[in-house]
């Protein structure tokens, strides 16, 4: 179901270098140092906020995985039980890293049939589905998570949420930002019963330059 030339451009943008470096999957010549910044300012929320929610997660989907940064995440800070990480890249998921014997790499996205006999209590997806351009599939895509997800989990996604429109970053992916206000009332048409958004601290952001990273906590029957 995924968009063909989307898969392209991450196939092609991932094979342009032999480095399987998180900076990577933002861009091939996105400094390392950024990279760091971005990642720890997206653990730190996402720490603080299941540690708030008293939520240990151990079963997990890492939707658009690419090097699998948070397939490492989610094994060494909650040992996880199992990871299932997809990504519509081959070459993303044979530079898979960090993954034990507990992660199950597909190549596909939320859609493929591989998925089909698992349910999760949480489902990851940063920097990702704001790739996918399309209203339909990306309403779908929200849909099918909710329909993986065990009652009382999780979808927790990032991207862009303050702004709206398309951001064309040729030779890289596009992507399509969508305000906050329309992924909650998305969500909440989709099923999701609780919505939180922790947006991106920009304060600090002095020469350092990061991709906008707001992050969406939807719960599936949270009670
Ligand atoms: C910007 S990278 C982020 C990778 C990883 N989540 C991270 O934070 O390090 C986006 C990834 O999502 C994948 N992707 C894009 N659209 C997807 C879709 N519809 N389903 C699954 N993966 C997708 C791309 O192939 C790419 O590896």
Redesign the pocket.
């Known amino acids: 179901m995924?968009d063909e030339k989307?898969?392209q451009c991450?196939e092609a943008l991932y094979q342009s270098t032999p480095d399987t470096h998180?900076a990577v999957?933002?861009d091939p010549n996105f400094p390392r140092a950024n990279a760091r910044y971005h990642y720890i300012g997206i653990e730190k929320r996402i720490i603080e906020y299941l540690y708030k929610h008293k939520f240990q997660p151990n079963t997990l989907l890492d939707?658009?995985?690419?090097?699998g940064?948070?397939v490492q995440f989610y094994n060494e800070v909650y040992q996880a039980r199992y990871v299932v990480a997809?990504?519509?890249?081959t070459t993303?998921i044979l530079g898979l890293r960090g993954e034990g014997k507990n992660c199950f790499p597909i190549v596909g996205?939320?859609f493929s049939p591989a998925l089909s006999k698992w349910r999760f209590d949480l489902i990851n997806g940063?920097?990702?589905f704001h790739?996918?351009i399309d209203e339909s599939e990306w309403r779908q895509?929200l849909l099918r998570c909710y329909d993986l997800l065990k009652r009382g989990g999780l979808l927790i996604a990032s991207g862009p949420m303050r702004e709206t429109g398309d951001i064309q970053t040729y030779p890289k992916p596009p992507k399509r930002a969508r305000q906050y206000r329309y992924w909650r009332k998305t969500l909440l048409d989709a099923g999701f019963n609780t919505i939180d958004f922790v947006f991106q601290d920009t304060k600090n952001q002095h020469k350092i330059h990061v991709p906008q990273s707001d992050l969406v906590f939807a719960w599936k029957g949270k009670q």
């Open positions: 995924a989307i898969r991450f998180d999957t933002v939707v658009g995985t690419g090097f940064h948070w997809c990504d519509i890249s993303a996205d939320v940063i920097g990702v790739h996918i895509t």
